[in-house]
């Protein structure tokens, strides 16, 4: 099985900063990856597919990139309703998918 | 616009079945593979299963082979996750997502707890 190993586990930034968050697979899985955001209580959210493709409505302050087994999810500019919970999700290895663990982000 | 109404959470004992159901609404679900995904408290999410367009295909994580059944009514729009056997572990909210590689839109989720 594919594992998804994410970083950090959570992070705390100003309004303003930059965050980065990687995802890494145990494997190659090409570009094929996601993102989502989730708020609490809240459900999921798609931001990014395929590594680098932004969903229709997402603010472009976030972006994604990488291929193969390293992958990179970008908070240009970390706004107050950003704080949520980020996970990447693989596709590569049908017919199952797998999720990071996930990574918490607090705006301070 | 895209919903997905979760149904069916509720309070069952271990070894008990329990039968979610997921009704869709502003698209035409024939066309769209469905998931399930759960994410237990405090925890992350898991894929549990999903169904092609049409019902012929379904897969299932290992932890819930044998023991869930994922099927779908496109004259109803609805599609449902039959638990058998169920244990503490498979305690979670359970949410529908609709997607073939990535899902796209969500349900608000329905909560199953196991437990004596």
């Known amino acids: 099985d594919i594992q998804m190993t994410q970083s950090p586990s959570s992070l705390s930034a100003s309004v303003g900063d930059r965050v980065t968050i990687t995802c890494q697979a145990s494997?190659?899985?090409?570009?094929?990856l996601n993102w989502y955001q989730q708020k609490p209580g809240k459900a999921p959210k798609l931001l990014i597919y395929d590594a680098s493709n932004l969903e229709t409505g997402v603010p472009s302050r976030f972006s994604g990139s990488g291929s193969g087994t390293d992958f990179t999810f970008t908070i240009s500019s970390l706004q107050p309703e950003d704080a949520a919970t980020y996970y990447c999700q693989q596709y590569d290895k049908l017919p199952t998918w797998t999720f990071g663990q996930g990574t918490k982000v607090e705006v301070k | 616009e895209v919903s997905l109404v979760e149904s069916g959470g509720g309070l069952v004992q271990p070894g008990g079945s329990l039968r979610l159901s997921c009704s869709a609404s502003?698209?035409?679900?024939?066309?769209?593979?469905m998931h399930w995904v759960r994410q237990a408290p405090g925890k992350g999410l898991v894929w549990v299963s999903r169904i092609n367009s049409d019902g012929s295909t379904t897969s299932y994580a290992d932890s819930v082979k044998g023991r869930f059944t994922i099927s779908r009514d496109n004259t109803k729009n609805t599609v449902h996750l039959q638990m058998n056997s169920l244990r503490a572990e498979d305690t979670a909210v359970y949410y529908c997502g609709r997607g073939g590689y990535w899902i796209d839109d969500w349900g608000q989720g329905t909560l199953v707890t196991v437990s004596s």
């Open positions: 494997q190659d899985i090409s570009n094929f």
């Open positions: 502003g698209f035409t679900f024939s066309n769209y593979w």
